[in-house]
């Protein structure tokens, strides 16, 4: 059937097709996701936590906060100056804050003053229900004896006992950034920094977008030499993983690329079955590339280092073929062999495609992208192989080359079944105990690998200006937004007593710059009973000082007319630029908001915010890292089951076509898996579920070798080994190279590649001849 | 005779009769270690029927800070430290502003060690200055050149000899402050308790 000259014009005709289908892809701008986030996240859609976190992160993803200087005032404003004029031509930033217009400066006071007798600090709150008024009185003194007023606050008149000066130096208190001299600046002791706060225009997560703001960043640290310039955001994280990623694609498929052409090339001795082989290849990727596009719209950049790996395995369909083609072979012989072969490699093909589509089943959206990407990848290189090499191939292996005549030598190598038999229960008893060792890991920092001088910057960054951790944050649920402030209040008292141990630096959060109505009412009214009173406590200040009767009257009538301050101006005001991101709105039916937490101290401070939480109805713990551990942990345990599944499908397939002798055929992929975890048991390389999947491949490739060897047992003029030897070796390259990769997860899937194929590889020669 | 004197005047220039006069009280005060001594003060308050007056005493040790002890109408110390700005009352602390992390503070702290130590060259660099000497005496007359002193006071005057004796303060919101010193000590060795006072 395969014979019909129709076939292999029709299926270029299909892959030209997909060619067509995946340039369209590669030309498509944000065609590569670089978020680490999206591999994971859809098991946690669909509910309220998720919708809030994406619209949280949305927004937070897209900032990013820079800070120059690290001298004295002028010169830091010098350097900011410098670093501020390259941002802005450089067309990477929708908006760039920097330079306050005096107004702004004011703005704290100008906004919030009017509203001043509805806002009261919990101390001062806590001192009128407390019927306190030397401790009220006592601070009115201090201010008015006080040779300068305090910076920053009302006139004294304006604001006689300092209730409002106390308030709003306790909402400055959440961040260190001040306004001075027109610029906002953070000051370190004797090193002030100068902040611009950037906005970048397009997704932090757009290929294009990370190497404009780059670019742009770099840009400005030169202009702003000598001093200091740090910036933080999560663009500079994706931007060094997606480097970094970009890097190791290049170095792998280059490498894998490399190391296959010169095996070819040693062991054919001629170009032809280099180009055969790598027509399955480039066959096979494009249709990946272009069935994933279509089926997911973005591919991500994982999927693309995953599939460049790809590369060491579709690459042996054709080898396996080509090693059984001979010199002088005409096109009939040619088919005689591929029939021949036939059911070996589509019995390869088979279990391949069953191992590698098993990675779809856990909820990963990652996974089931390179599960589709690797079953089409192989589909297509094996119909490649299948279509169109018996039409194109001539000549077959140089066997007087120094590498099949190796390679059959190592077939032909006897050694004594004791030597053998000792090295077996050594190498089991030694796995054994490294077995016993094995320890396991599902932190989610595996999946990226960030330079330490991007997490030390970072980190400098939030200590110096406060920011807050995008990880770990609160959401608080209710039906209204009234009643989601009054939520928060009664979440702020818990709070409050975790900050007292100082477990948690601090924390932002709306309704501690707009209270809730009630409690500004019932603020009010405690001003009204105990300071605005006839005989109250300003008539008394008034009799120490000698405010004026009118004054006291006037000031009694502005209590009065004051309005409380409302959520809707506030969200209306540009005073609430750099909060408004906390107040998410209306969520599905509910009104949600978001408490963000700064300076959360280890584990044992996320326990107490989480118990904290646990105390008020309505408010939810969010902690992503720790969600995404679980979500590893969760998805390690169900690959492990998914990968003895795929064993026993692989088996029982195996069973119908070679009977007993199928456990010949599994059994160097089962001891090369148990011995491999045995490897990483000694080296204290926890499992993770890289490792699992790196053995589920292990699986889908081992199996292969064990087939064609089974297919061919007598194998004289050694075709089948050399074929399954040479898929080894470019498999090795490949995977090998994996190893080098910088992020921990590739490394580690790298590694139990490594171990487990080449294992494989061996014991499907040694069981050989011992049995 | 007029006409050679406008000519004197234009040809010297007055900004430099100015600084020459700068120049002559810096050197009149000196930069002295420590100073302290006793102080009044009033504070005028525009809405207010009197002004508020104070008493007490005060220390002033250079690159350390100032410890400002009300005694009258009531007991109270304000520390400005490099770090800080304490107040207390019957030793607790009643309130308390970070100067290194609060910029305002530190620049307000500055000019404040600078005024009651009558170091002119600190003060020069927040502020636009013009002097005058007379025999003994000299008065300065001092306005801030940076928006953030700006938004605190309008103008400064001081007025002393060999020592500052008195201080107007001008602040922004229309209050004025005026402190006279007395009983001045220059580069009094610190006790013990006082070097302690500034940790």
């Known amino acids: 059937m395969t014979e019909h000259r129709l076939f292999p014009w029709l299926w270029l005709l299909v892959t030209a097709l997909l060619a067509l289908a995946a340039w369209r892809w590669a030309a498509t701008p944000g065609a590569i996701d670089s978020d680490i986030l999206s591999l994971l996240e859809e098991r946690t859609n669909a509910n309220l936590v998720s919708q809030a976190q994406s619209r949280l992160g949305e927004n937070a993803a897209r900032r990013v906060l820079v800070l120059v200087g690290g001298g004295d ?82 006139a004294l008149m304006d604001d006689p006992f300092q209730l409002f000066a106390a308030w ?56 702003a030499q000598p ?114 072969l036939l059911p070996g490699l589509t019995l390869a093909l088979a279990t391949s495609v069953l191992a590698y589509l098993t990675l779809a089943l856990p909820a990963f959206p990652g996974l089931r992208q390179m599960a589709l990407f690797s079953a089409v990848g192989l589909l297509a290189a094996w119909l490649t192989t299948v279509l169109w090499l018996p039409w194109l191939a001539r000549g077959g292996l140089a066997r007087q080359a120094w590498l099949p ?81 009054q939520t928060e209040e009664r979440l702020a008292v818990e709070l409050d007593t975790v900050r007292a141990s100082g477990l948690l630096g601090a924390y932002q959060a709306v309704s501690l710059w707009v209270p809730s109505q009630q409690r500004q009412r019932q603020d009010h009214h405690l001003l009204t009973q105990k300071l605005y009173a006839e005989g109250g406590w300003l008539d008394y200040l008034g009799s120490q000082v000698g405010l004026p009767a009118a004054w006291l009257d006037t000031s009694r009538a502005a209590h009065a007319a004051a309005q409380p301050l409302t959520l809707q101006a506030w969200l209306d005001a540009p005073a609430s630029s750099a909060l408004r991101h906390l107040w998410l709105g209306r969520v599905g039916e509910e009104t949600v908001s978001v408490v963000a937490l700064q300076g959360l101290k280890g584990q044992a401070g996320s326990s107490a915010v989480r118990a904290a939480a646990q105390r008020v109805p309505g408010v939810t713990w969010v902690d992503r890292a720790g969600d ?110 994996l190893a080098l990769s910088q992020t921990p997860a590739l490394q580690t899937f790298g590694l139990t590649m490594l171990l487990g194929v080449g294992l494989s590889w061996g014991l499907a020669r040694g069981l050989r001849r011992c049995a | 005779m007029r006409f050679l004197l406008l000519l004197c005047v234009a040809l010297c220039g007055a900004p430099s009769w100015a600084a020459d006069a700068m120049q002559e009280i810096r050197q009149r005060v000196g930069t002295p270690e420590s100073v302290r001594g006793q102080f009044e003060q009033k504070k005028h308050i525009a809405a207010l029927e009197r002004p508020l007056l104070s008493k007490g005493d005060f220390l002033v040790a250079r690159n350390r800070g100032v410890v400002w002890r009300t005694m009258t109408p009531f007991p109270q110390v304000l520390k400005l430290t490099r770090r800080d700005i304490i107040q207390e009352q019957n030793g607790k602390v009643r309130f308390q502003l970070s100067a290194e992390r609060e910029p305002a503070v530190r620049a307000v702290n500055q000019v404040l060690f600078a ?15 013009s002097g005058k000497v007379e025999g003994e005496r000299w008065r300065v007359t001092m306005q801030p050149s940076s928006n953030a002193l700006a938004q605190l006071f309008k103008e400064i005057r001081l007025e002393g000899a060999n020592t500052v004796q008195r201080v107007e303060l001008f602040e922004a919101n229309g209050d004025r402050t005026e402190i006279r010193f007395k009983g001045m000590q220059v580069n009094s060795v610190l006790s013990a308790e006082e070097v302690k006072l500034f940790d």
């Not at chain 1, 170009?271 to 494009?286: D, E, K, N, S, T």
């Not at chain 1, 005549?405 to 053998?420: F, N």
């Not at chain 1, 599902?442 to 807050?468: C, I, K, S, T, W």
């Not at chain 1, 060897?709 to 490949?734: F, K, N, Q």
């Open chain 1, 73 to 154: 005032l002028a010169s830091a404003v010098r350097a900011a100056d410098a670093s501020y004029a390259t941002l802005k031509n450089s067309a990477a930033f929708a908006r760039i804050e920097y330079q306050l217009d005096p107004a702004r400066a004011q703005e704290l006071q100008t906004f919030y003053a009017p509203h001043r007798t509805f806002l009261l600090t919990p101390a001062q709150r806590a001192a009128l229900q407390a019927d306190d008024r030397a401790a009220l009185i006592d601070q009115a003194l201090r201010g008015f004896y006080s040779p300068v007023g305090a910076p920053g606050a009302l």
């Open chain 1, 168 to 223: 709003q130096q306790e909402r400055g208190a959440a961040t260190r950034v001040r306004p001075l001299q027109d610029r906002l600046v953070v000051l370190d002791g004797e090193r002030h920094y100068v902040a611009l706060l950037l906005e970048i225009a397009g997704s932090a997560f757009d290929q294009q977008v990370q190497q404009r703001v780059g670019a742009a960043l770099a840009a400005a640290k030169q202009a």
């Open chain 1, 227 to 340: 001093a200091d310039f740090l910036s933080a955001g999560v663009v500079n994280f994706a931007l060094a993983v997606q480097q970094q990623a970009q890097r190791e694609i290049s170095l792998i498929g280059a490498g894998s690329m490399l190391g296959i052409v010169l095996l070819i090339l040693a062991a054919f001795h001629s170009w032809r079955p280099l180009l055969l082989a790598l027509l399955p290849i480039g066959f096979g990727c494009v249709a990946a590339i272009a069935v994933c596009s279509w089926v997911f719209g973005r591919i991500h950049i994982f999927t693309l280092v995953f599939g460049s790996s790809l590369v060491g395995v579709s690459v042996d369909y054709g080898l396996h073929f080509l090693c059984h083609t001979r010199a002088g072979d005409d096109r009939a012989q040619r088919f005689a062999r591929l029939r021949r």
């Open chain 1, 405 to 485: 005549r190796t390679l059959q030598a190592l077939q032909h190598l006897r050694l004594q079944g004791r030597v053998v038999r000792t090295l077996a229960v050594l190498l089991l008893l030694a796995s054994a105990w490294g077995l016993t060792r094995t320890s396991v890991n599902d932190d989610v920092r595996l999946l990226q690998n960030l330079p330490p001088q991007l997490l030390a910057e970072q980190q400098r960054v939030a200590d110096l200006a406060g920011v807050a951790s995008p990880a770990q944050f609160l959401l608080v649920h209710a039906a209204t937004p009234e009643a989601v402030l």
């Open chain 1, 628 to 737: 995404f551990s679980q979500l590893l942990q969760t998805y390690r345990i169900e690959m492990a089951q998914v990968a003895a599944g795929a064993y026993v499908l692989v088996f029982a397939a195996l069973l119908w076509r070679y009977r007993r002798a199928a456990l010949r055929v599994v059994a160097p992929t089962v001891l090369a898996s148990l011995i491999t975890l045995g490897c990483l048991g000694w080296l204290s390389i926890p499992v993770n579920l890289f490792t699992v999947l790196a053995l589920l491949l292990v699986l889908g490739v081992g199996i292969d070798y064990g087939i064609y060897m089974e297919e061919e047992r007598s194998d004289p003029d050694s075709a089948a080994w050399i074929g399954v030897s040479l898929s080894a070796m470019t498999t090795l390259l490949s995977f090998g190279l």
């Open chain 2, 115 to 129: 005024l009651f130590a009558g170091d002119f060259a600190a003060l020069e660099q927040s502020f636009t200055s």
